[in-house]
């Protein structure tokens, strides 16, 4: 009762939001016109609103035209006076907190600091709300029990130089307010398990909250690989877990019951029989980890979180839709259009509204956060519309790129070509990834593969892979240059779990850790285990490599 109570109270509290977005998707270019208007309007009296003349500025293409693009580094000196303390910076609300974010894979320990207003967690819940309200009006079901929101493990308390708190508290720190204690009311784990630092500790307290709630409704994790090695360690915890669970003899019993079963996913089935939702990323190089959660909870369904990044809420998923739509109540957002050759064409970007359909776009926004016109890197497609507004698929990193001998390969086209080449051969891969190992002689990329096939597919996916590699013109150059030797496969043990809890003990948080088609960082063979399958890459000199 409890439960159906405070989502109730939550479902009202998103609605007026959910009403306002669908009528926003009938006047895209108008609501995107008021979204800059509004920040511009409200940030004039600023460092940066004075120096780029927002006060003259009556136009999108004003904007456009007056405020250049901008990567997080050269926007890091006004952010750096910000969190020195230093008032109407970047905006004219002072700056509640800094959010770090690791940034692109293999760039663990150079974290970015995302400035944190009021405005920008208001621009978070406009996109958050009708997300919340469409999951509950399509399945009322969610209502009735607890929730799992991502936790993770808190980092030493930090401020910056101005003393401004550096990181929230856990997820729910977004959706704000009121609403924030609701959510708290309904988890399934306490918030209070982030100030557990040990890690083994940390997993094993969060799986005995989860054992302990029959009533589980909905999974909401951002790397659903952090799900996956939480319940493989059921069968070796299962004393202990039964242990801790001895007052409450019918979980104890299902317990018992539930490592009975055959399967994972029998298992997982009798311990939570209500699971009716897990989200998680299921875009690009998630969609195989995705696929590997339906299938360890068949009695649930998987729905894919759409874009959110630190910086900015850019999509939210929608029931029945494919896609994700475009949170366009929430920042102004500008797309650079990416050519054919794989470059994006800034110089003139699209607006929400003009965007079209199947074809690829890196993201641009502006937020209430004091972010003008930032880079953002992420490739997204566009798969549909609703109304006016497009419902785009995240495609991967646009500044991920790996280049240690001119070879300039970018995480978007490696996750294109082993997709591409995984399907084709029905090759279902619970972890898939390219680095150059500049260690091995010749240095060569090396699939770390982790998938249940024979030595002879992976052989056989290794030279399409090769093949579609060497389209690129640089790193076919590099081939032929004898830089570079061909594609090499590694057959990894548990790549997923591997891979994760080694950017954990590098200091970044689980749900920061994306995955990845591409790191751009050498070695990574000693990291996993597991052994190099022995083939041959035929594929020495293709037909385009003299063009």
């Given at each position: 009762?409890?439960?159906?109570?405070?989502?109730?109270?939550?479902?009202?509290?998103?609605?007026?939001?959910?009403?306002?977005?669908?009528?926003?998707?009938a006047r895209?270019?108008?609501e995107?016109?008021?979204?800059?208007?509004?920040?511009?309007?409200?940030?004039a009296?600023?460092e940066?609103?004075?120096?780029?003349q927002?006060?003259r500025?009556?136009?999108?293409?004003?904007y456009q035209?007056?405020?250049?693009?901008?990567?997080?580094?050269?926007?890091?000196?006004?952010?750096?006076?910000?969190?020195?303390?230093?008032?109407?910076?970047?905006?004219?609300e002072?700056?509640?907190?800094?959010?770090?974010?690791?940034g692109?894979?293999?760039?663990?320990g150079?974290?970015?600091?995302?400035?944190?207003?009021?405005s920008?967690?208001?621009?978070?819940q406009?996109?958050?709300?009708?997300?919340?309200?469409?999951?509950?009006?399509?399945?009322?079901?969610?209502?009735?029990g607890?929730?799992?929101?991502?936790?993770?493990?808190?980092?030493?308390?930090?401020?910056?130089?101005?003393?401004i708190?550096?990181?929230?508290?856990?997820?729910?720190?977004?959706?704000?307010?009121?609403?924030?204690?609701?959510?708290q009311?309904?988890?399934?784990?306490p918030?209070?398990?982030?100030?557990?630092?040990?890690?083994?500790?940390?997993?094993?307290?969060?799986l005995?909250?989860?054992?302990?709630?029959?009533?589980?409704?909905?999974?909401?994790?951002?790397?659903?690989?952090?799900?996956?090695?939480?319940?493989?360690?059921?069968?070796?915890?299962?004393?202990?877990?039964?242990?801790?669970?001895h007052?409450?003899?019918?979980?104890?019993?299902m317990?018992?019951?539930?490592?009975?079963?055959?399967?994972?996913?029998?298992?997982?089935?009798?311990?939570?029989?209500?699971l009716?939702?897990?989200?998680c990323?299921?875009?690009?190089?998630?969609?195989?980890?995705?696929a590997?959660?339906a299938r360890?909870?068949?009695?649930?369904?998987?729905?894919?979180k759409?874009?959110?990044?630190?910086e900015g809420f850019?999509?939210?998923?929608?029931?029945?839709?494919?896609g994700?739509?475009?949170?366009?109540?929430?920042?102004?957002?500008?797309?650079?259009?990416?050519e054919?050759?794989g470059?994006?064409?800034?110089?003139?970007?699209?607006?929400?509204?003009?965007?079209?359909h199947?074809?690829?776009?890196?993201?641009?926004?502006?937020?209430?956060?004091?972010?003008?016109?930032?880079?953002?890197?992420?490739?997204?497609?566009?798969v549909?519309?609703?109304?006016?507004?497009?419902?785009?698929?995240?495609?991967g990193?646009?500044?991920?790129?790996?280049?240690?001998?001119?070879?300039?390969?970018?995480?978007?086209?490696?996750?294109?070509v082993?997709?591409?080449?995984s399907?084709?051969l029905?090759?279902?891969p619970?972890?898939?990834?390219?680095?150059?190992?500049?260690?091995?002689?010749?240095?060569?990329?090396?699939?770390?593969i982790?998938?249940?096939v024979?030595?002879?597919t992976?052989?056989?996916?290794?030279?399409?892979?090769?093949?579609?590699?060497?389209?690129?013109?640089?790193y076919?150059?590099?081939?032929?240059?004898?830089?570079?030797?061909?594609?090499?496969?590694?057959r990894a043990?548990?790549?997923?779990?591997?891979?994760?809890?080694?950017?954990?003990?590098?200091?970044?948080?689980?749900?920061d850790?994306k995955?990845?088609a591409?790191d751009?960082?050498?070695?990574?063979?000693?990291?996993?285990r597991?052994?190099?399958?022995?083939?041959?890459?035929?594929?020495?000199?293709?037909?385009?490599a003299?063009?």
């Amino acid at each position: 009762m409890i439960c159906a109570a405070a989502n109730g109270l939550w479902l009202a509290g998103c609605a007026s939001d959910a009403v306002r977005f669908r009528r926003a998707t009938a006047r895209v270019c108008a609501e995107q016109e008021a979204t800059l208007e509004r920040l511009l309007r409200v940030n004039a009296d600023t460092e940066f609103g004075r120096s780029h003349q927002f006060t003259r500025l009556r136009s999108v293409s004003d904007y456009q035209r007056c405020v250049p693009i901008r990567s997080y580094d050269e926007l890091r000196p006004w952010i750096d006076r910000a969190a020195g303390g230093i008032p109407d910076v970047l905006t004219r609300e002072p700056v509640r907190l800094f959010e770090p974010t690791s940034g692109s894979t293999g760039s663990a320990g150079t974290n970015k600091l995302v400035p944190y207003t009021s405005s920008l967690q208001q621009e978070f819940q406009r996109g958050i709300r009708p997300w919340i309200a469409d999951l509950f009006r399509n399945d009322p079901s969610l209502m009735a029990g607890q929730s799992y929101w991502s936790i993770s493990p808190a980092v030493a308390s930090r401020r910056t130089a101005g003393g401004i708190p550096i990181g929230f508290e856990d997820d729910s720190c977004y959706v704000g307010g009121w609403q924030r204690r609701l959510v708290q009311t309904v988890m399934a784990a306490p918030a209070t398990l982030r100030h557990v630092s040990d890690m083994e500790r940390f997993r094993y307290l969060t799986l005995l909250s989860l054992v302990r709630a029959p009533a589980l409704r909905l999974i909401s994790v951002w790397n659903s690989t952090f799900l996956s090695i939480l319940l493989d360690r059921l069968p070796d915890w299962s004393e202990a877990l039964s242990s801790d669970l001895h007052a409450d003899r019918r979980r104890t019993a299902m317990l018992t019951k539930a490592l009975g079963t055959r399967t994972a996913a029998e298992r997982h089935a009798t311990l939570w029989p209500h699971l009716r939702l897990i989200s998680c990323w299921a875009d690009a190089n998630a969609a195989a980890p995705a696929a590997q959660i339906a299938r360890l909870f068949p009695q649930a369904r998987v729905q894919g979180k759409g874009l959110i990044a630190t910086e900015g809420f850019i999509s939210f998923p929608l029931a029945g839709r494919e896609g994700a739509a475009l949170a366009v109540r929430s920042h102004f957002l500008e797309f650079a259009p990416i050519e054919s050759d794989g470059r994006a064409t800034e110089d003139a970007p699209c607006l929400a509204h003009q965007l079209e359909h199947g074809r690829r776009y890196t993201v641009i926004l502006s937020t209430g956060g004091g972010l003008y016109r930032y880079r953002l890197n992420d490739t997204i497609e566009v798969v549909d519309r609703l109304n006016e507004c497009p419902l785009i698929r995240f495609a991967g990193r646009q500044d991920l790129v790996s280049d240690w001998f001119g070879e300039k390969l970018d995480e978007a086209f490696v996750g294109r070509v082993l997709g591409d080449a995984s399907n084709a051969l029905g090759v279902l891969p619970r972890f898939a990834m390219l680095a150059c190992d500049a260690t091995l002689g010749p240095p060569a990329y090396v699939l770390y593969i982790d998938a249940d096939v024979a030595g002879g597919t992976l052989a056989l996916l290794a030279e399409r892979i090769e093949r579609e590699l060497r389209r690129s013109v640089h790193y076919d150059y590099a081939r032929r240059l004898e830089q570079l030797g061909p594609l090499r496969v590694f057959r990894a043990e548990q790549a997923a779990e591997t891979y994760l809890m080694n950017e954990i003990r590098a200091g970044r948080r689980a749900g920061d850790v994306k995955p990845t088609a591409l790191d751009r960082r050498s070695g990574l063979t000693r990291l996993f285990r597991g052994t190099f399958v022995e083939i041959e890459t035929r594929v020495e000199d293709p037909a385009w490599a003299s063009v």
